[in-house]
């Protein structure tokens, strides 16, 4: 049976379109057409009353939700419940991200994404190791025990995941250029983060297959004076993306202005680094033994180091428009399109176009969430 979705306003490339009917059939989106179009009239018709209606937000950087933390749910029901959770955000696409842990957990993760998409888990596109190959100078919250470089004989394991996208952060300065390339060679998405590298060791890495940063920022060398550091590397470089947590707290709405004006926006994404907290009303929880508290939306540990945050994307594109003055489309795009794009999914996510997967968020005009679609299914959870 087709479905048609019509009286909404969507977002298609040249911006809002409110005289069309979009037609899903197996899945995808079949057509856009006229909403007097025979096509309409023979199908399931759905009247969206006016709603937005969006390409579903890719969250490359969700470590949890719904109570359940990925580090310690590394299981098919744990990725489901983060999923289900940041569903009523708008989320229609996610990698759950591994906070550095043993290469054993690592390995028990990317065994639970593997059946996870298997058992077809409405969203989830990959993992997202988070460490730990990281630079204990940049550690973060991130427990610096864990830490170790990242050798070849890990290779293996990091390229093991055949059936989705594997995005892994990592400090290009642990590892070697040769190693970096193996990774990229076998498929593998290299986002620079937890990093103390200098602009030098980026510009190698880029060579060898780094195509983004991890939280732009924050955890990261600055960019000084004499020495441009990761984030000038990151702001400096065309073709590579970055993301942004775009909370207010983690990163100043000036400064991210600022990352704006020197890089093209399509190579910006929005992530939320969620925590277990979103889509609950849970003021603290314990990440690796220690207790985080949440407050005004960001999470932190004793020490009143950020530890992740309880921002949801739909949030995270409101914040877009409201801090980075961004407007509707572009601020949805950073949440859709450029995410899909730096995965390598460009092609079949991220928009609202004929051909790409029906991947769909109706919203209202404040995005709030009334209707998601995965792979043209549409999910009951709001
Ligand atoms: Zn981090």
């Not at 983690?250 to 190579?267: E, G, Q, Y």
């Not at 020490?303 to 572009?330: C, F, H, K, P, Y």
Request: charged share 20%.
């Amino acid at each position: 049976m087709v479905d048609a979705l019509v009286n909404g306003r969507m977002l298609i490339a040249g911006g809002f379109e409110s005289r069309r009917a979009l037609l899903i059939d197996g899945g995808r989106i079949a057509a856009l057409v006229g909403e007097d179009d025979p096509r309409v009239r023979q199908a399931r018709v759905h009247d969206l009353r006016g709603a937005l209606l969006l390409p579903g937000f890719i969250d490359t950087q969700v470590n949890g939700g719904g109570g359940a933390l990925f580090n310690d749910e590394p299981t098919v029901e744990g990725i489901r419940r983060i999923g289900a959770a940041h569903r009523r955000f708008g989320t229609t696409g996610f990698l759950p991200t591994l906070i550095s842990a043993d290469l054993g957990v690592v390995a028990t993760a990317i065994a639970a994404v593997r059946a996870a998409i298997a058992a077809k888990v409405p969203g989830v596109l990959g993992i997202h190791i988070e460490g730990p190959f990281l630079s204990e100078v940049r550690k973060g919250v991130h427990d610096a025990t864990h830490f170790r470089a990242l050798d070849d004989d890990i290779v293996g394991l990091l390229t093991s995941l055949t059936t989705g996208t594997t995005l892994v952060t990592l400090a290009p300065e642990v590892t070697t250029p040769a190693t970096l390339a193996r990774l990229a060679a076998g498929g593998v998405v290299l986002s620079a983060g937890h990093s103390n590298a200098t602009y030098t060791d980026i510009e190698s890495a880029f060579r060898h297959g780094l195509t983004g940063f991890t939280h732009l920022f924050n955890a990261m060398s600055p960019l000084t004076g004499r020495e441009p550091g990761v984030v000038g590397a990151a702001l400096y470089d065309d073709a590579s993306y970055c993301g942004i947590i775009v909370d207010g707290r983690h990163v100043d709405p000036v400064v991210l202005r600022i990352a704006l004006r020197a890089k093209r926006h399509d190579r910006f994404m929005l992530v939320t680094d969620a925590m277990p907290c979103v889509g609950t009303d849970q003021q603290s929880f314990l990440l690796q033994g220690r207790p985080i508290t949440v407050r005004d939306g960001c999470c932190f540990d004793d020490q009143g180091t950020l530890a992740g945050t309880a921002l949801t994307m739909a949030q995270a594109v409101r914040n877009a428009i409201s801090l980075l003055g961004l407007d509707l489309a572009e601020a949805v795009r950073m949440a859709s399109e450029y995410p899909a794009a730096f995965l390598g999914l460009g092609p079949q996510l991220g928009r609202i176009e004929a051909g790409c997967r029906a991947n769909l968020v109706a919203a209202d005009d404040a995005l709030n969430v009334l209707t998601t679609w995965v792979d043209g299914e549409a999910m009951a959870d709001q």
